[in-house]
């Protein structure tokens, strides 16, 4: 079946411009997170969202950073005047909801971001 | 003080070794605890878990996990040029929702 979808795969910006990345989770999967991926560090948390709703926005670094979701499907992640250590590879992941158990997140391929 | 650490490596080793990964963890309510691959410009995927202490095989894996010591190995026997990727650890409490925190990853390269 088809995995997490991301959209761009790569994209090129100036500083101070907008930039929208796309998330098409798993059919089914209630719940939605963005990783941020910086070279040669860890996966950072940015947000999860439980359908359409977002219980913990704790990892949005700065209110330049939004995200949204549609229902139980597409999420954007809307970075405004982005700056260069806004560059790094934006990772959204799907999962089913659980009460328990370890939550495997299937995770896409990135949308990798590079702030000139 | 980060609540995971993990070594970033890059750890090089001969075809046919022996590896271990490990990693250190500061939050003792972490209950499960998991090891996701990620190959080059690719996204990380779930290569097992284990809850609470104690070890886990899944053919050339072992997991092995010390909550004691707050320490949390990933051995794998007979390495492959294909076990070349980074490896992350990540961790999580139990309960509802609750999120992954992840370790930085250590790329590994295995020589044929």
């Known amino acids: 079946g088809a995995g997490v979808s991301q959209s761009p795969s790569n994209k090129v910006t100036e500083k101070g411009k907008d930039v929208e990345l796309r998330c098409d989770p798993i059919?089914?999967?209630?719940?939605l997170y963005w990783y941020r991926q910086r070279l040669g560090q860890g996966l950072e948390f940015l947000i999860y969202f439980q359908g359409n709703s977002a219980p913990d926005k704790s990892g949005l670094p700065s209110d330049r950073f939004s995200a949204e979701r549609t229902g139980e499907s597409v999420s954007t992640l809307t970075i405004q005047r982005t700056q260069q250590e806004d560059s790094a590879v934006y990772l959204c992941?799907?999962?089913?909801?659980?009460?328990?158990?370890?939550?495997?997140?299937?995770f896409g391929e990135g949308s990798r971001l590079t702030v000139l | 003080q980060k609540e995971v650490e993990q070594d970033p490596g890059p750890l090089s080793v001969p075809e046919g070794a022996i590896v271990s990964l490990n990693c250190t963890y500061s939050?003792?309510?972490?209950?499960?605890f998991m090891w996701y691959r990620q190959y080059s410009r690719k996204g990380p995927e779930l290569l097992m878990y284990t809850y609470s202490s104690g070890n886990k095989e899944d053919g050339r894996f072992t997991a092995q996990v010390d909550k004691s010591s707050k320490y949390i190995s990933l051995f794998i026997r007979d390495s492959q040029p294909s076990d070349s990727a980074t490896y992350l650890c990540a961790m999580k409490r139990t309960g509802g929702y609750q999120k992954v925190t992840f370790g930085t990853g250590t790329k590994l390269q295995v020589i044929p």
């Open positions: 992941a799907s999962s089913h909801t659980w009460q328990g158990g370890a939550g495997e997140l299937f």
């Open positions: 059919s089914g999967h209630t719940a």
């Open positions: 939050n003792s309510a972490f209950q499960y």
